[in-house]
């Protein structure tokens, strides 16, 4: 019988002998998206400008239906040195903020009924379906009649689009609790505004920022359709009049302005997300 001689010092800490010690291989990476890069959110946009920019420059795209950025940014100054940009987005702004305002206190209290009481659910989870499935352009000559052509019906408008993804996101992450939290407040005789302060904010902060990301772009997107509606103001009016008099690159100007306010809006959201749920671990990093 042969007997295997090996050095001692050459042991695991464990004892075991060297056949039975995992071998070890190069380091693998771990699975997931990566570390995260820096300015990443502005990479897509700034390689669509780029795309833009060739192609105006080499003539595929025709100057009269889509004019070169440079002169998008031409007219976009002279815009604001004429104060109407300014004073366009100073009345988007504030629609949007109130409908965004009152469509998210509505939204919360809702989910939070809902996501807290069977009888709740039962009563308000239909009726937000039966929403969610109606587009908020729908809607509109029915709050007309019911609100007139002025900003109540613009700012109503606006909150139906921000209520129903802040209801649904946070409604889901009440639900998705965790049933053993409510057992260990239970246990320690947590009361109900304990309970709530302790397991059910936490627990459904996730999914009310999530909905947040999807609120705040329903309040742009709302806001495009309600601003060219008997408007006599905003953004969406600069270009409806832009429209009229077949000024492309006006109606371009607004249409970056839009797209600047959603990308700005959701980057604060996150930013928000990022602080708030520091705790957890995630392939977002």
Known sequence: MSTTIFDKR?????GAPPDQVRARGPRRHRPGPGKPVRYGWAIGPVLLLALWAAGSGLGVFDVRS??????IAGTAGDLIDDGKLPSHLATSAQRALLGLLFGVAA???LALVSGLSRLGEAVIDGPVQIKRSIPSLALIPLLILW?????????ITIALGVLV????????????????????????RLGRLGFVRHVVLPGALPGFLLGMRFAVTGAWLALVVVE??????????????ARTYGQTD???VGLVVYGLLGLVSDALVRLVERRALSWRRTLAG
């Open 250 to 252: 006006v109606i371009i």
């Open 66 to 71: 889509l004019p070169a950025p440079w002169t």
């Open 107 to 109: 939204g919360l209290v």
């Open 228 to 241: 060219q509606v008997n408007a006599t103001s905003g953004i969406g009016y600069m270009m409806e009049l």
């Open 147 to 155: 609100f007139g052509i002025g900003e109540t019906m613009k700012v």
């Open 10 to 14: 050459a042991l695991p800490a464990t």
């Open 165 to 188: 993804p802040v209801y649904i996101h946070t409604h889901n992450g009440l639900r998705a609790i965790d049933n053993r939290y409510a057992e260990l407040a239970e246990t320690v």
